[in-house]
């Protein structure tokens, strides 16, 4: 939808997890469109997982608009490390949102799902019919579980109330201000880094996990703004919207890769000790492209050399932040 459209003015939207990789991208098209109340909770002065908090919010803010973007969240170490709290910590935030907006009236609450919610063993693609059909990869279950009842409160409450709510199931992300702290990084950013240092240090070999034969599906990061935001304006129904690009690639293709785009030359090895998670995730995109034309526009190899160069063009400064 054009800068000219007028869907957002005098709209008051609050961008949970606004200040992250992806709500940075979401605040700064929604700008772009002209929306110029656009608030951005940080969790020092709000910690959503207590309704006080999210209620304080609701009466500073006084949004039309809820785009929930923020997460408790990291890669399989971290998952595996923090089950309680992703599942908690999610849990409340999604629940407590929307029953707040509800009370107050809120014109549209815009929920981000995870793709961790699909079941471990649903057919490729993935179509939103089938995300009930089993038990998420156990792995990062506890946090696909959280973000999926959202999608639950969401149907419920628009059935009973008529509350105006809309989730959003997008494969993982990567893009130019990742994070790429090897602690709590997802795949991309944390091979791009490996990668780096290990040309960097001349080495001629470094380890990833598993076995390396697990596909994934990647979505650049401004495509995903976009499609979040196309969703908000044009998107009124019931039924979960998966976002995504549709291409599959295995775990040790995408190493290749990027090895390939950073200039490593070594081998890389797997340590078949550790867990594979989930063994495919690729997307049915139709429902976004038909209900709101959502098409993601970079393939996988431009958006990897995109968020590449931004690597090595910010290091010194991702040192001092992440390193």
């Given at each position: 939808m054009s800068e000219s459209s007028g869907v957002?003015?005098?709209?008051?939207?609050?961008?949970?997890g606004g200040a992250g990789f992806l709500g940075s991208y979401v605040v700064g098209r929604l700008q772009e469109r002209g929306c110029s109340q656009v608030i951005v909770p940080r969790s020092r002065q709000y910690d959503l997982v207590q309704m006080a908090a999210v209620q304080q919010l609701y009466a500073d803010a006084r949004p039309d608009v809820v785009i929930?973007?923020?997460a408790r969240v990291g890669g399989i170490g971290a998952n595996q490390a923090n089950p309680g709290r992703f599942f908690?910590?999610?849990?409340?935030?999604?629940?407590?949102?929307?029953?707040?907006?509800?009370?107050?009236?809120?014109?549209?609450?815009?929920?981000?799902?995870?793709?961790?919610?699909?079941?471990?063993f649903a057919p490729i693609p993935f179509k939103?019919?089938?995300?009930?059909?089993?038990?998420?990869?156990?792995?990062?279950?506890?946090y696909g579980l959280a973000k999926k009842m959202m999608l639950v409160q969401s149907q419920a409450y628009r059935q009973q109330y008529g509350f105006n709510?809309?989730?959003?199931?997008?494969?993982?992300?990567?893009?130019?201000?990742?994070?790429?702290?090897?602690?709590?990084?997802?795949?991309?950013?944390?091979?791009?880094?490996?990668?780096?240092?290990a040309k960097?240090?001349?080495?001629?070999?470094?380890?990833?996990?598993?076995?390396?034969?697990?596909?994934?599906?990647?979505?650049?990061?401004?495509?995903?703004?976009?499609?979040?935001?196309?969703?908000?304006?044009?998107?009124?129904g019931d039924m979960p919207v998966n976002l995504g690009t549709g291409e599959e690639v295995t775990i040790r293709n995408l190493a290749e890769l990027i090895a390939d785009e950073v200039g490593f030359k070594?081998?890389?090895?797997?340590?078949?000790?550790?867990?594979?998670?989930?063994?495919?995730?690729?997307?049915d995109v139709n429902r976004a492209k038909q209900l709101f034309g959502f098409q993601a526009r970079h393939n996988l190899r431009d958006g990897l050399r995109k968020t590449i160069r931004w690597f090595f063009d910010n290091r010194h400064a991702l040192r001092e932040v992440q390193f």
């Open positions: 957002w003015d005098n709209k008051r939207v609050v961008v949970t929930h973007l923020a908690y910590d999610n849990l409340m935030m999604g629940t407590q949102l929307i029953e707040i907006g509800r009370q107050r009236g809120l014109k549209k609450f815009v929920a981000l799902g995870t793709i961790c919610a699909y079941p471990k939103e019919d089938d995300i009930w059909s089993g038990y998420p990869e156990e792995t990062n279950a506890p709510s809309i989730v959003l199931f997008p494969v993982n992300l990567y893009g130019p201000r990742d994070n790429f702290d090897l602690e709590t990084s997802h795949v991309i950013p944390a091979l791009i880094r490996k990668c780096a240092q960097e240090a001349g080495g001629s070999s470094f380890t990833l996990w598993g076995d390396g034969s697990p596909s994934r599906e990647f979505l650049y990061v401004e495509d995903a703004a976009e499609g979040i935001l196309s969703a908000a304006e044009t998107y009124d070594g081998r890389i090895e797997w340590d078949t000790t550790k867990p594979n998670g989930q063994p495919r995730r690729c997307l």
